[in-house]
Structure formats: structure tokens, C-alpha cells
């Protein structure tokens, strides 16, 4: 087996713990959002609308801050590890 090969090999396998570790990332995100929307959700029909509407901001700054975060973090995979070419 060739040095390539192997180097080859070895950063598939890495890509793929990468994958799977940003999706386990990327589901917890989503869930915690939808979690935290249900339960803004029922306190809003319960007629707490003043604390909903502060949870309701924090939560989606919060979302969007991660997003961006995951956002950078794969971007930062593609070009360091698997943008293609050599």
C-alpha cells in the first residue's frame, strides 16, 4: 500500500468523524430551538406574552449566533480537509 494510499484513507476516515460530529452538532441546534419555540408557544397562548416575546428574542439570537458559528466551522472543514484536488 502506497504512502498516498494511505494518507488517502486516513483523511476520508477524518472527514467522516467530521461529518458525524457536525450533524450530532447541528441536531442538537435544531432541537433545542424547537424545545425552546414549544415552550415560548405555550406560554404565549397562556397569555404571557410579555416573557414570551423576551424568550422568543433571546432564542432566535441565540439560533442564529450557532448557526453562524456551524456555518464558519464547515466552511472551515471544506477548505482545510475536503475541498477536492491533491
Known amino acids: 500500500m502506497s504512502h498516498y494510499m494511505l494518507a488517502r484513507a486516513a483523511q476520508f476516515q477524518a472527514t467522516f468523524y467530521y461529518s458525524l460530529l457536525l450533524f450530532a452538532i447541528l441536531l442538537l441546534i435544531v432541537l433545542a430551538t424547537g424545545y425552546a419555540l414549544a415552550?415560548?408557544?405555550?406560554?404565549?397562548?397562556s397569555g404571557e406574552r410579555g416573557p414570551a416575546a423576551v424568550l422568543l428574542g433571546a432564542v432566535t439570537v441565540s439560533f442564529l449566533a450557532l448557526a453562524g458559528m456551524y456555518a464558519t466551522a464547515i466552511g472551515g472543514l471544506i477548505i482545510t480537509n475536503g475541498g477536492g484536488g491533491s
Not at 415552550?39 to 397562548?45: E, L
Open 39 to 45: 415552550g415560548i408557544r405555550a406560554m404565549w397562548r
